[in-house]
């Protein structure tokens, strides 16, 4: 089967797919996009070793049962991260703080009935750019009624 082949059956089950390769180019991988999370958990992993979360990562991420040596793990991890980190800047707000994401799920939630932790990262955050500026936007409508209401209300 071709690489195209490979990587449109691979599209239609997952969604998203990245193909990693070393820097000789003789080996290759694909890996879906983080879940939230999968996110969570290596957060969590990377408090206790940086070197064990990016494995961890790598591993939930990676689309093939094969054998990989440490450091090709770690590149594909480490690429991972740097395509999480770009997911998560956004306009409205810088990526919200540790204790913020139980928040940030909830915003997505409630706005768009959905799991936030099941999204991919990339879907999380562009969600959540979304929830937030209908949030403001809705905040920005009700300032305006109540200073048309206090308005009318005291120019008599």
Not at 7 to 16: A, C, D, F, H, M
Not at 46 to 51: A, E, G, L
Request: net charge negative; hydrophobic share 35%; aromatic share 12%.
């Amino acid at each position: 089967m071709s690489d195209k082949e490979t990587i449109e059956k691979l599209k239609e089950k997952y969604g998203t797919v990245l193909k990693l390769s070393s820097e000789d180019g003789t080996t290759t991988t694909y890996c879906r996009k983080p879940s939230y999370a999968t996110f969570i958990a290596y957060q969590d992993k990377y408090k206790d070793n940086v070197h064990e979360a990016i494995l961890f990562l790598f591993k939930e991420c990676v689309l093939s049962d094969e054998n990989y040596d440490d450091d090709f793990m770690l590149s594909c991890g480490n690429s991972i991260v740097a395509m999480i980190k770009a997911s998560s800047e956004f306009s409205i707000d810088a990526t919200p703080q540790k204790d913020e994401y139980k928040k940030s799920a909830a915003i997505i939630r409630h706005a768009f009935h959905v799991d936030p932790y099941a999204l991919p990262i990339d879907e999380f955050y562009k969600l959540l750019e979304e929830a937030l500026w209908i949030q403001k936007h809705n905040a920005a409508k009700l300032e305006n009624t109540f200073m048309t209401a206090f308005a009318k209300t005291f120019s008599n």
